[in-house]
């Protein structure tokens, strides 16, 4: 049977996530031994940074060699209703299909049959409908999945890229987007980057700090080696 690996640590640094550590010491979020403990905490995650950090985890998920694209959906009560990443259809093999961008003809190419991670969050939906949601991806939409978006009746994208912007295929998604009346809009997180550290987090300790320093000294921090400005190119 298939053994799953499981990352020790996930870093998620504004745009992507990473599950091998460096060693750049570096940390968002206020360590412990500094917080006070009688108030609650101000470095939570904010909606909008729990939103597209969800559609991040969703891409690690993604077997594509190349892009790994997350979405997720939510709806007005911030309730998500929907997530995806991009990945070959259900019951066709990804080990049989293509994951080539390049091919004798298109057919040996992957872009014949992945379904793209908003398709899939529309149709991955826990409600009745998407109607007036906002979805969160890691790319503006292409065109296929703009139609998808627009015909689902979500209302509001947030992308964290737009690096297709002189595509023809985000440029039309961008016109059908004016059309119909859908927003888009750059997320701006403010935290520069989210870590899950499974090695650090200690459920014993009453205080714990996720993806900080535990008491023995062990780092989970310094995974990010990117910024958000060299994700955004
Ligand atoms: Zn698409």
């Known amino acids: 049977m298939k053994q799953d690996t499981i990352p ?7 745009s992507k996530f990473l599950s091998e550590p460096t060693n750049q010491p570096e940390t968002s979020l206020a360590p412990h031994n500094t917080r ?25 998920r993604s077997k594509d ?10 709806n007005c009560d911030n309730k998500v209703v929907g997530v995806g990443y991009n990945g070959m259809p259900l019951g066709c093999s990804d ?3 293509p994951w080539n961008k390049y091919g ?53 994208v947030i992308y964290m890229s737009d690096k297709h912007a002189s595509k023809d295929e985000t440029k039309a998604a961008k016109i059908m987007f004016d ?24 459920w014993n300790y009453p205080n714990q700090d996720l993806g900080q320093k535990t008491d023995e000294g062990r780092s989970a921090d310094g995974l990010e080696n990117l910024t958000l400005e060299d994700c955004a190119k």
């Open 104 to 156: 004798q003809n298109r057919l040996e190419t992957k872009y014949m049959y992945v379904c793209h991670a908003e398709m899939n969050a529309v149709l991955n939906k826990i409600s009745s409908d998407v109607k007036g949601c906002t979805i969160y991806v890691a790319l503006f939409p292409c065109n296929e999945c703009a139609k998808i978006i627009i015909q689902a009746g979500i209302k509001h």
């Open 8 to 14: 020790k640590a996930v870093c998620f640094n504004g």
């Open 36 to 60: 006070d403990l009688t108030k609650k905490r101000e470095d939570y995650l904010e909606w909008s940074e729990y939103f597209m950090g969800l559609a991040f985890l969703s891409a690690m």
């Open 179 to 202: 059309l119909a009346g859908v927003e888009y809009r750059k997320f701006v997180p403010r935290q520069k980057k989210i870590i899950i550290d499974f090695e650090a987090i200690d």
């Open 95 to 97: 080990d049989v299909l």
């Open 65 to 74: 060699p190349v892009s790994q694209v997350g979405a997720c959906i939510v």
